[in-house]
């Protein structure tokens, strides 16, 4: 059985977003905000709601419990300032909590990931048994021969 530790990440978040545009949807909200505070736009991909949540579902599965402020961290960047000046230092600055929080909640309610008092977020058995279908389904669609050692 192929789990989603034997493709790559990339080909798996994109499958997840794919079967996630099914199952949740984009608040209204999502097209005008930031992903944090050192962006300066708000994203421009047209599905990047299902992009994020394929890859916070992958990072519960891997990393998990886990809880918002690490996923904070996460998917945090560099905060550099304006591109004008740039009289300060370069620092990190933490990803937006609330874009990460509501893509949990939407799966949580699937039955995807639940809640581990204290611990933060987990992956559940169907989202484990969802991960594994969908890393199935890349896995057939890829043709890399050094994959073949886990067929």
Do not use: C, H
């Not at 209204?28 to 709601?49: H, I, N, Y």
């Not at 992958?58 to 886990?66: E, M, N």
């Amino acid at each position: 059985m192929v789990t989603l530790y034997d493709v790559p990440a990339d080909e798996l978040i994109e499958e997840l977003a794919d079967r996630l545009e099914d199952r949740i949807e984009a608040p209204e909200w999502s097209q005008f905000t930031k992903t944090g505070s050192a962006k300066e736009l708000p994203p421009q991909d047209d599905d990047f709601w299902f992009v994020r949540a394929g890859s916070l579902l992958r990072k519960v599965a891997t990393k998990g419990p886990i809880g918002l402020e690490t996923l904070a961290v996460e998917y945090g960047s560099k905060k550099r300032g304006s591109n004008r000046y740039r009289v300060a230092k370069a620092k990190t600055s933490t990803g937006a909590k609330k874009i990460n929080r509501v893509i949990l909640q939407q799966l949580e309610e699937e039955g995807l990931v639940e809640t581990a008092q204290g611990e933060g977020r987990r992956i559940t058995a169907d989202g484990r048994s969802f991960l594994d279908d969908a890393a199935n389904d890349v896995f057939e669609r890829l043709d890399r021969p050094e994959l073949e050692r886990y067929a």
